[in-house]
């Protein structure tokens, strides 16, 4: 009974550490699409600068 209990743990255990990893790569891959979503906004709004500084000159 004392074995099967710890085997259950176990399975439990690793469990647990696949889910914390995938978790983690989900967090990573969100931090990774935010940083490239920041970046195409970043380039639309120099263009929209640049196009601001046209009509004034």
């Known amino acids: 009974m004392a074995h099967e209990d710890r ?5 439990n255990t690793e469990l647990n550490a696949a889910f914390i ?5 989900e967090e990573q891959k969100s931090a990774q699409q935010q940083l ?4 195409s906004e970043i380039a639309d ?6 196009w601001l ?4 000159e």
């Open 7 to 11: 085997s259950n743990m176990s399975k």
């Open 21 to 25: 990893e995938g978790k983690h790569a």
């Open 36 to 39: 490239a979503d920041a970046h």
């Open 45 to 50: 709004l120099k263009l929209q600068i640049a």
């Open 53 to 56: 500084e046209r009509s004034y």
